[in-house]
């Protein structure tokens, strides 16, 4: 009966030690263990499985199907960026707020990178109108950065694969006062319409004169003019306003993109 209840206890042991539960912070998503040939599962010594170069393509692969399938069931969709750090009290938060709530009335679905900050306000407005308001936000080693006025939302590890979401089937692009990341993005969508990989009739907004104008000045005169890098044409990409009501009139004018 003694050895019984040893070996038992043993083959308890073994089992706790073979299997390692999911983090409160949920950094830690797999079982970091690995199976030999001979499908003996053993403690993993080194980094989780899903963290070895050989095995990433599959969580990339993952997270692409399951991100064009989150936005098959979509409509409308107007994604916004913009800075992850500006306040209610910014007077563009405001004016994020109030695109958001006036195309959602129109039936629009907004779609955000679900944090703080300009995408909370797009999040908010689209919330008080009743309409789609959707997050792809980035998970990051000690928090989920998704704000509460998202009602439908996927996460991403990789910055890459949410940046192909945030573009991949929206009819305008809408881009509010930001940082580098916000820059990132700004100039990757420009790209991409340029390029033709996304139709020239999908708009790049930007929102706030006092904030976008000194760029675009840099980019007419020196980049266009002086250098010669860009064409006239391709600069007529960026469209510039100052209100709500001004983007709202230029996304009124394009048509839904089918999805891929």
Not at 14 to 40: A, D, F
Request: net charge positive; proline share 5%; with cysteine.
């Amino acid at each position: 009966m003694q050895k019984s209840k040893n070996k038992t206890a043993k083959k308890n042991k073994l089992t706790r030690r073979t299997t390692v539960s999911t983090s409160e912070t949920g950094s830690k998503r797999y079982l970091h263990w690995l199976c030999s040939p001979g499908n003996k599962c053993v403690p993993a010594d080194g980094p989780a499985f899903t963290e070895e170069v050989n095995w990433k393509i599959f969580r990339i692969m993952a997270e692409f199907i399951e991100g064009f399938e989150f936005l098959s069931k979509l409509k409308k969709e107007v994604t916004f960026f913009g800075s992850a750090r500006a306040m209610p009290s910014n007077p563009y938060y405001k004016i994020a707020r109030k695109l958001g709530y006036l195309l959602g009335k129109k039936g629009y679905t907004i779609i955000t990178g679900g944090g703080p900050g300009m995408m909370e306000a797009a999040n908010l407005g689209a919330n008080d109108a009743g309409a789609e308001s959707i997050g792809l936000d980035i998970e990051l080693p000690t928090e989920q950065r998704r704000n509460q006025f998202v009602t439908k939302s996927i996460g991403f590890h990789y910055f890459f694969t949410r940046k192909v979401m945030l573009s991949a089937s929206a009819q305008a692009y809408v881009f509010f006062p930001g940082g580098f990341g916000t820059m990132d993005e700004m100039t990757e969508m420009v790209t991409l319409i340029q390029t033709g990989k996304i139709p020239r009739n999908v708009p790049v907004v930007l929102v706030g004169k006092k904030y976008w104008e000194p760029f675009l000045k840099w980019v007419n005169e020196v980049m266009c003019e002086e250098q010669h890098f860009i064409g006239k044409e391709e600069v007529k990409i960026l469209r510039l306003v100052d209100t709500a009501e001004e983007a709202v009139k230029i996304i009124s004018k394009t048509h839904e993109r089918p999805f891929g």
